[in-house]
């Protein structure tokens, strides 16, 4: 089974990029269809990316869409979310998710494995 790590969060102020990187290992990210979601305070976790095995579709939440871009490499065996004109609201902690279903998937009861999350903080 894959292990994932997550790293890449911090403080950064409103407006400014940060890219996460998702390091897999034990297993390709090739043979899972890979994701991205997050958890704010008191909040529920959510969807934010998602990329399938062959890497030609993605998908993304509508709050993310056109400011965040999902990609990954497979000969470094890594999944990244590049993330540009960064909000307050997109404040949370970033997770990174494994998947052995099909399709652009975003619902977290289909990812079976998970990296241990990284803090974003975007200050106004």
């Known amino acids: 089974q894959v292990q994932l790590l997550e790293s890449g969060g911090g403080l950064v102020q409103a407006g400014g990029s940060l890219r996460l990187s998702c390091a897999a290992s034990?297993?390709?990210?090739?043979?899972?269809?890979m994701g991205w979601f997050r958890q704010a305070p008191g909040k529920e976790r959510s969807f934010v990316a998602s990329?399938?095995?062959?890497?030609?579709?993605?998908r993304y939440s509508d709050s993310v869409k056109g400011r965040f871009d999902i990609s990954k490499n497979s000969a470094e065996n890594a999944v990244y979310l590049q993330m540009n004109s960064l909000k307050p609201e997109d404040t949370a902690v970033y997770y990174c998710?494994?998947?052995?279903?099909?399709?652009?998937?975003?619902?977290?009861?289909?990812?079976?494995?998970w990296g241990q999350g990284t803090q974003v903080t975007v200050s106004s």
């Open positions: 998710a494994a998947s052995t279903r099909y399709g652009t998937i975003y619902r977290d009861s289909d990812y079976s494995y």
């Open positions: 034990g297993d390709s990210v090739s043979t899972y269809t």
């Open positions: 990329i399938t095995r062959n890497g030609f579709i993605l």
